[in-house]
C-alpha cells in the first residue's frame, strides 16, 4: 500500500513534483514509444533487446559511428530550431521541407560555378544563397499569415509540395542547373570550393552540426534575453494582449515564419554542401517533417532541440546499422520515430498547459503580465 | 494529341480521381467539425496495403473493401482520441500517423512479398463489357470499376447529409461554434469523434480503391505519393462543399493523368507544372485569389470545453 502511494503524493507536491513530472513526461513518451516499437520488432521475430542493442551500438559504439549520428541531426537541428521559434510564438511552421529544397536548390545554382574564391568565401556565399532563397519562398506563406490572416499550416504544407516539384524540375534535364545524362534527376556536382570540409578523415563529418547546435544556442539565448524573444514569447502567449502592449504582431507573425525559412534554407544548403555535394530530385523526403517533429519533442525550447536532433539521430544513425545487422527492416526506424512523437504529444500536451495555468503562471507568462499591466 | 489518346486520358480521370472523391467525402466532414485530419495521407496508405492483402488471401474484394475500412475506423478513432480528447496539434499528429504509416505499411509489405508476383483480384465492372465498344463514352465510362462508380454517386449523397440531415447541421454547427452547439445541448466532442472516424473510414476506403480498382498491386515506399494532401487541397479549393470538392478531385484527377502522360511522352509543359497545380490552387484559394473560401470558423483549432 505505502509503495503505491509514494508516487502520486510526490508529483502532488505543488514545485517539485510537477517540474519532475514536466521534465519526465516527454522521457515517459520517448520510453513508451520505444516499447511500441519492442513490440513490432518483436512480431517480426526480432529480439528487442539484441535489436535495440545494435541500434545503439551503431549509433555510439564507435567514432564513425558518432559521426553519423551528427550527420543525421546536422538539418534536423536547423530546421528543429526553425520550428521551434514559432512554437514559441504560437505559429506552425510546417514548411521545413519546401525551405529546404528552396535553400538546396539556392546553395547548389552557387556552388556549382566554378568560381575564382578563396572557399571560405565560396562556401559563405551558397550558404547566403540557400537562405535568401528560402527566404523569399518563405516569404509566401509569411505574408500570407501575417497580413491577410490565412492560416499558415495549410499554406506552408501546399507549399512543400511546390518547392518538391519545383526542385524536380530545376534538375530535370533542359535546366542549365542538371547534370548532363544523368541516369536519375540530379544537379551537377558542386565544385570542391563550395564544399564543406570533413572533419573526421574516413566518414563524412561535416560541420553542419556545429552551424546545427550554434544556432540552437544563439536562439535560445536571443528567446531569453532580447526583446525580440520576449515579443515572440508574449505573441504566444497571448496575441491580444501583445496587440494592447503595442507590439507590431503582423511584423512579429512575419519575422518569426521568416525564421523558419531561413534556418530551413540553411538545413538545405548544409546537407547539400556536407554530404550530397548535388541536388536530387526528391531528396529531402521527410527531413523536414522530421524537423516539425524534432521541435515538437522540444515543447519548442531552442536548447531541448539539440536533444531531440541528437535522439532523432542516434535512432537514424543506429537505425541503419540495426537493419543490417539483425535484418529488422529499415522502416522500423520511421515508425519508431513516429510512435514516439505520438506518445510524447498524447501523454504532455493538453493538460500540462492546463495544470500550469491554473496552478501558477508560468515565469514566462508572469513576465509578459508584468509588462502588460 | 490523337482521339484515342484523349480517350484513354478522360478514362485515367475518372481512374485517379474516384479513389480521391471517396478520401474527400470523409475529410469534408471532419473539417466541418473543425478538425483537419491530415493523417487521411497514412490512413489511405494502411486502406491500400489491407485492400490488397485481403484480396489476395481471400479473392473478394468486398471483403477487403470491409477490412479496410475497418482499419479506418481504428485509425480513425486514435486520430480522434488524439486531437479531440489529448488535443494535440492536429496537424503535427496527422504528419506522425503519415510517417508511421509509410514505415509500417513497409515492414508489413516486407512480409507480404507474395503479393509482390501476384496480382491480386480488382473490382469488377459495373457494366457488362458489351457497353465498353460504344464509341466515346463507352471506354470512359463504362469500362470503369463499380468503386469509381462509387465514388461519382457519394459526393450527392454526402452533400445531401450535410446539409439536410441534422446530423450535418450539428456538424457544422460545431466546427462554426462549439461553444453554441454545446450551449444547445449538442454533444460536440461526440459529433467531432463521428466526424474524424468517417474521415479515417473513407480514406480506407480511398486507398482500397487506389489498389484494387485497376492496378491490383501494392508498391514499397509510399504507393499513395501524397494523394492524401492533394485531397486536403481539393477541400479547401472546392469550399467544404462536397460536390464541389468532388469537381475538384476531378480535376487535379486529370492534371495527374495527365502529367504520367507527358513524363514518358514529353510535352512542352513541364509536367512537374501540373504536379504543382492542386497545391497552386489551393494557395490562390486560401489568398482570396480565386472566388472567397471561408473554412470552418474553428478549422484546425482544438476544442476546450473549460475555455470562456
Same mark, same amino acid.
Given at each position: 500500500?505505502?509503495?503505491?502511494?509514494?508516487?502520486p503524493?510526490?508529483?502532488?507536491?505543488?514545485?517539485?513534483?510537477?517540474l519532475?513530472?514536466?521534465?519526465?513526461?516527454?522521457?515517459?513518451?520517448?520510453?513508451?514509444?520505444?516499447?511500441?516499437?519492442?513490440?513490432?520488432?518483436?512480431?517480426?521475430?526480432?529480439?528487442p533487446?539484441?535489436?535495440?542493442?545494435?541500434?545503439?551500438?551503431?549509433?555510439?559504439?564507435s567514432?564513425?559511428?558518432?559521426?553519423?549520428?551528427?550527420?543525421?541531426?546536422?538539418?534536423l537541428?536547423?530546421?528543429?530550431v526553425?520550428?521551434?521559434?514559432?512554437? %514559441?510564438a504560437?505559429?506552425w511552421?510546417?514548411?521545413?521541407?519546401?525551405?529546404?529544397?528552396?535553400?538546396?536548390?539556392?546553395?547548389?545554382?552557387v556552388?556549382?560555378? @566554378?568560381?575564382?574564391?578563396? @572557399?571560405?568565401?565560396?562556401i559563405?556565399l551558397?550558404?547566403?544563397?540557400?537562405? !535568401?532563397?528560402?527566404?523569399?519562398?518563405?516569404?509566401?506563406?509569411?505574408?500570407?499569415?501575417?497580413? %491577410?490572416?490565412?492560416?499558415?499550416?495549410?499554406?506552408?504544407?501546399? +507549399?512543400?509540395?511546390?518547392?518538391?516539384?519545383?526542385?524536380?524540375?530545376? !534538375?530535370?534535364?533542359?535546366?542549365?542547373?542538371?547534370?548532363?545524362?544523368?541516369?536519375? @534527376? +540530379?544537379? *551537377?556536382?558542386?565544385?570542391s570550393?563550395?564544399?564543406? @570540409?570533413?572533419?573526421?578523415?574516413?566518414?563524412?563529418l561535416?560541420?553542419?552540426?556545429i552551424?546545427?547546435?550554434?544556432?540552437?544556442i544563439?536562439?535560445?539565448?536571443?528567446?531569453?534575453?532580447?526583446?525580440f524573444?520576449?515579443?515572440?514569447?508574449?505573441?504566444?502567449?497571448?496575441?491580444?494582449?501583445?496587440?494592447?502592449a503595442?507590439v507590431?504582431v503582423?511584423?512579429?507573425?512575419?519575422f518569426?515564419?521568416?525564421?523558419?525559412?531561413?534556418?530551413?534554407?540553411?538545413a538545405?544548403?548544409?546537407?547539400v554542401m556536407?554530404?550530397?555535394? *548535388?541536388?536530387?530530385?526528391d531528396?529531402?523526403?521527410?527531413?523536414?517533417?522530421e524537423?516539425?517533429?524534432?521541435?515538437?519533442?522540444?515543447a519548442?525550447?531552442?536548447?531541448?532541440?539539440?536533444?531531440?536532433?541528437?535522439?532523432?539521430?542516434v535512432?537514424?544513425?543506429?537505425?541503419?546499422?540495426?537493419?543490417?545487422?539483425?535484418?529488422?527492416?529499415?522502416?522500423?526506424?520511421?515508425v519508431i520515430?513516429?510512435?514516439?512523437?505520438?506518445?510524447?504529444?498524447?501523454?504532455?500536451?493538453?493538460?500540462?498547459? *492546463?495544470?500550469?495555468?491554473?496552478?501558477?503562471?508560468?515565469?514566462?507568462?508572469?513576465? !509578459?503580465?508584468?509588462?502588460?499591466? | 494529341?490523337?482521339?484515342?489518346?484523349?480517350?484513354?486520358w478522360?478514362?485515367?480521370?475518372?481512374?485517379?480521381?474516384? $479513389?480521391?472523391?471517396?478520401v474527400s467525402?470523409?475529410?469534408?466532414?471532419?473539417?466541418?467539425?473543425?478538425?483537419?485530419?491530415?493523417?487521411?495521407e497514412g490512413?489511405?496508405?494502411?486502406?491500400?496495403?489491407?485492400?490488397v492483402?485481403?484480396?489476395?488471401?481471400?479473392?473478394?474484394?468486398?471483403?477487403?473493401?470491409i477490412?479496410?475500412?475497418?482499419?479506418?475506423?481504428?485509425?480513425?478513432?486514435?486520430?480522434?482520441y488524439?486531437?479531440?480528447?489529448?488535443?494535440?496539434?492536429?496537424?503535427?499528429?496527422?504528419?506522425?500517423?503519415?510517417?508511421?504509416?509509410?514505415?509500417g505499411?513497409?515492414?508489413? &509489405?516486407?512480409?507480404l512479398?507474395?503479393?509482390r508476383?501476384? #496480382?491480386?483480384?480488382?473490382?469488377?465492372?459495373l &457494366? $457488362?463489357?458489351? &457497353?465498353?465498344?460504344i464509341?466515346?463514352?463507352?471506354?470512359?465510362?463504362?469500362?470503369?470499376?463499380?468503386?469509381?462508380?462509387?465514388?461519382?454517386?457519394?459526393?450527392?449523397?454526402?452533400?445531401?447529409?450535410?446539409?439536410?440531415?441534422?446530423?450535418?447541421?450539428?456538424?457544422?454547427?460545431?466546427?462554426?461554434?462549439?461553444?453554441?452547439a454545446?450551449?444547445?445541448?449538442?454533444?460536440?466532442?461526440?459529433?467531432?469523434?463521428?466526424?474524424?472516424?468517417?474521415?479515417?473510414?473513407?480514406?480506407?476506403?480511398?486507398?482500397?480503391?487506389l489498389?484494387?480498382?485497376?492496378?491490383?498491386?501494392?508498391?514499397?515506399?509510399?504507393?499513395?505519393?501524397? #494523394?492524401?494532401f492533394?485531397?486536403?487541397?481539393?477541400?479547401?479549393?472546392?469550399?467544404?462543399?462536397?460536390?464541389?470538392?468532388?469537381?475538384?478531385?476531378?480535376?487535379?484527377g486529370?492534371?495527374?493523368?495527365?502529367?504520367?502522360?507527358?513524363?514518358?511522352?514529353?510535352?512542352?509543359?513541364?509536367?512537374q &507544372?501540373?504536379?504543382?497545380?492542386?497545391?497552386?490552387?489551393?494557395?490562390?484559394?486560401?489568398?482570396?485569389?480565386v472566388?472567397?473560401?471561408?473554412? $470552418?470558423?474553428?478549422?484546425?483549432? $482544438?476544442?476546450?470545453?473549460?475555455?470562456?
Amino acid at each position: 500500500m505505502m509503495k503505491t502511494k509514494k508516487h502520486p503524493e510526490f508529483f502532488a507536491l505543488p514545485g517539485l513534483g510537477q517540474l519532475a513530472l514536466s521534465g519526465a513526461r516527454p522521457l515517459i513518451g520517448i520510453f513508451l514509444g520505444l516499447l511500441a516499437g519492442a513490440g513490432l520488432i518483436e512480431l517480426s521475430g526480432v529480439n528487442p533487446l539484441a535489436a535495440y542493442a545494435a541500434m545503439l551500438n551503431g549509433a555510439i559504439g564507435s567514432p564513425l559511428a558518432i559521426s553519423n549520428v551528427l550527420v543525421s541531426a546536422s538539418p534536423l537541428l536547423l530546421t528543429g530550431v526553425g520550428v521551434a521559434i514559432g512554437i %514559441k510564438a504560437g505559429l506552425w511552421n510546417i514548411g521545413a521541407e519546401g525551405y529546404m529544397y528552396m535553400g538546396a536548390l539556392g546553395a547548389g545554382a552557387v556552388g556549382i560555378v @566554378p568560381l575564382p574564391l578563396p @572557399p571560405i568565401v565560396h562556401i559563405i556565399l551558397a550558404l547566403l544563397a540557400g537562405a !535568401v532563397v528560402a527566404g523569399l519562398w518563405g516569404l509566401v506563406p509569411a505574408y500570407l499569415r501575417a497580413f %491577410k490572416g490565412v492560416n499558415e499550416v495549410v499554406t506552408t504544407i501546399m +507549399m512543400n509540395y511546390v518547392a518538391q516539384y519545383f526542385t524536380s524540375w530545376m !534538375v530535370h534535364e533542359p535546366q542549365p542547373m542538371a547534370e548532363p545524362g544523368a541516369f536519375f @534527376p +540530379m544537379s *551537377r556536382k558542386l565544385v570542391s570550393s563550395a564544399q564543406l @570540409p570533413i572533419l573526421m578523415p574516413g566518414s563524412s563529418l561535416h560541420p553542419g552540426f556545429i552551424i546545427g547546435i550554434a544556432a540552437c544556442i544563439l536562439f535560445y539565448l536571443a528567446i531569453r534575453f532580447t526583446p525580440f524573444g520576449f515579443r515572440t514569447r508574449m505573441l504566444g502567449a497571448n496575441p491580444e494582449a501583445s496587440r494592447y502592449a503595442g507590439v507590431n504582431v503582423k511584423r512579429q507573425i512575419l519575422f518569426v515564419l521568416l525564421i523558419g525559412a531561413l534556418m530551413g534554407g540553411v538545413a538545405g544548403a548544409v546537407e547539400v554542401m556536407g554530404l550530397k555535394l *548535388r541536388v536530387y530530385q526528391d531528396f529531402v523526403s521527410g527531413a523536414g517533417f522530421e524537423g516539425v517533429a524534432v521541435a515538437l519533442l522540444a515543447a519548442g525550447n531552442p536548447l531541448g532541440v539539440i536533444a531531440s536532433a541528437l535522439f532523432f539521430g542516434v535512432l537514424k544513425a543506429g537505425g541503419a546499422a540495426m537493419s543490417v545487422s539483425t535484418g529488422v527492416g529499415g522502416p522500423m526506424t520511421i515508425v519508431i520515430e513516429a510512435l514516439c512523437v505520438i506518445f510524447v504529444i498524447a501523454v504532455g500536451y493538453g493538460e500540462r498547459k *492546463r495544470l500550469e495555468r491554473a496552478d501558477k503562471p508560468e515565469k514566462e507568462d508572469e513576465e !509578459v503580465i508584468q509588462h502588460v499591466g | 494529341m490523337s482521339a484515342d489518346q484523349i480517350i484513354s486520358w478522360l478514362a485515367a480521370t475518372l481512374e485517379w480521381g474516384g $479513389p480521391l472523391i471517396l478520401v474527400s467525402i470523409g475529410e469534408v466532414f471532419a473539417e466541418r467539425s473543425g478538425v483537419i485530419d491530415v493523417g487521411i495521407e497514412g490512413i489511405m496508405l494502411c486502406g491500400a496495403l489491407v485492400g490488397v492483402a485481403i484480396s489476395f488471401l481471400t479473392g473478394n474484394v468486398l471483403l477487403a473493401s470491409i477490412g479496410g475500412m475497418f482499419l479506418g475506423f481504428v485509425l480513425g478513432t486514435a486520430f480522434a482520441y488524439l486531437t479531440v480528447t489529448r488535443k494535440t496539434n492536429q496537424v503535427v499528429t496527422g504528419l506522425m500517423f503519415n510517417l508511421a504509416a509509410l514505415g509500417g505499411t513497409n515492414l508489413v &509489405f516486407a512480409l507480404l512479398s507474395a503479393t509482390r508476383s501476384h #496480382r491480386v483480384t480488382t473490382f469488377p465492372d459495373l &457494366f $457488362p463489357a458489351s &457497353f465498353g465498344s460504344i464509341p466515346i463514352i463507352g471506354p470512359v465510362l463504362f469500362k470503369q470499376p463499380v468503386i469509381t462508380w462509387i465514388a461519382l454517386i457519394l459526393p450527392f449523397i454526402a452533400g445531401w447529409v450535410l446539409y439536410h440531415t441534422d446530423w450535418g447541421l450539428n456538424v457544422r454547427a460545431v466546427g462554426d461554434n462549439p461553444k453554441a452547439a454545446a450551449t444547445a445541448g449538442l454533444p460536440v466532442i461526440k459529433l467531432k469523434y463521428q466526424a474524424v472516424i468517417l474521415s479515417g473510414i473513407f480514406a480506407a476506403l480511398g486507398g482500397v480503391a487506389l489498389t484494387l480498382g485497376e492496378v491490383g498491386y501494392f508498391a514499397s515506399g509510399g504507393l499513395t505519393a501524397g #494523394r492524401g494532401f492533394i485531397v486536403l487541397a481539393a477541400v479547401v479549393v472546392g469550399g467544404w462543399d462536397p460536390l464541389k470538392i468532388a469537381l475538384a478531385c476531378l480535376v487535379f484527377g486529370a492534371a495527374d493523368a495527365a502529367q504520367l502522360r507527358m513524363q514518358t511522352g514529353g510535352s512542352i509543359i513541364p509536367y512537374q &507544372f501540373l504536379q504543382m497545380l492542386p497545391y497552386l490552387l489551393t494557395l490562390a484559394a486560401l489568398a482570396g485569389l480565386v472566388g472567397r473560401t471561408r473554412p $470552418p470558423k474553428t478549422w484546425g483549432a $482544438p476544442y476546450d470545453p473549460a475555455d470562456v
